[in-house]
Antibody, heavy 127, light 107 residues
């Protein structure tokens, strides 16, 4: 059974870089059918998609965060990672990794539904 | 971006009740809609995809319907474990977007 596990520092100082890793187990990160995503949830608020990556490295990002976010993948370690630079208190949230499908329409890759989530990791931005 | 609007934002119901939650997309998304359940302190869990298809292991008390811009999630015979927050999410196109959630509370 596929499992995802987030890991990384729980406390980051303002203006520094937030770095998280999601480890995939029980299944292949190199499947052609899936993208791997990061989603976050500020305290008491709703869910916000950050971005997604394919095992070959192609990415989609939320435009509101794109200037500060990088998602990367390491298939040899069955991991994908998130970096957010220049963090502020507004980046305090529970960060989740998840898997979602992909579908093709002509030459365009479109998303499909999310089916597996990690348990989440809390990141607090504070000095 | 496609905006997802859920209503109501919260509702109170009793054990045994049937409730219907609504989700509206700002533009047509065919049936590319998913529903998630989230309990306090836990990750969201997938309930429904393709607007009406149940994820494996999800009880049939959950049902979804709709296409285009208007969607509903119905939960029949509410049990204590069903009291949670429910989110809809469109995956018709990037960026992926979620509704603001409906919190189902015990009356």
């Amino acid at each position: 059974q596929l499992q995802l596990q987030e890991s990384g520092p729980g406390l980051v100082k303002p203006s520094e870089t937030l770095s998280l890793t999601c480890t995939v187990s029980g299944g292949s990160i190199s499947s052609s059918f899936y993208y791997w995503a990061w989603i976050r949830q500020p305290p008491g608020k709703g869910l916000e998609w950050i971005g997604s990556i394919y095992y070959r490295g192609s990415t989609y990002y939320n435009a509101s965060l794109e200037s500060r976010v990088t998602i990367s993948v390491d298939t040899s370690k069955t991991q994908f990672s998130l970096e957010v630079i220049s963090v502020t208190a507004a980046d305090t949230a529970v960060y989740y990794c998840a898997r979602h499908g992909t579908r093709r329409r002509v030459a365009t890759m479109l998303p499909s539904y999310m089916d597996v989530w990690g348990k989440g990791t809390t990141v607090t931005v504070s000095s | 971006d496609i905006q997802m609007t859920q209503s109501p934002s919260s509702l109170s119901a009793s054990v045994g009740d049937t409730v219907t939650l609504t989700c509206r997309a700002s533009q047509g998304i065919s049936n590319n809609l998913a529903w998630f359940q989230q309990k306090p302190g836990k990750a969201p869990e997938s309930l429904i995809y393709a607007a009406s298809s149940l994820q494996s292991g999800v009880p049939s008390k959950f049902s979804g319907s709709g296409s285009g811009t208007d969607f509903t999630l119905t939960i029949s015979s509410l049990q204590p474990e069903d009291f949670a927050t429910y989110y809809c999410q469109q995956y018709d196109t990037y960026p992926l977007t979620f509704g603001g959630g409906t919190r189902v509370e015990i009356k």
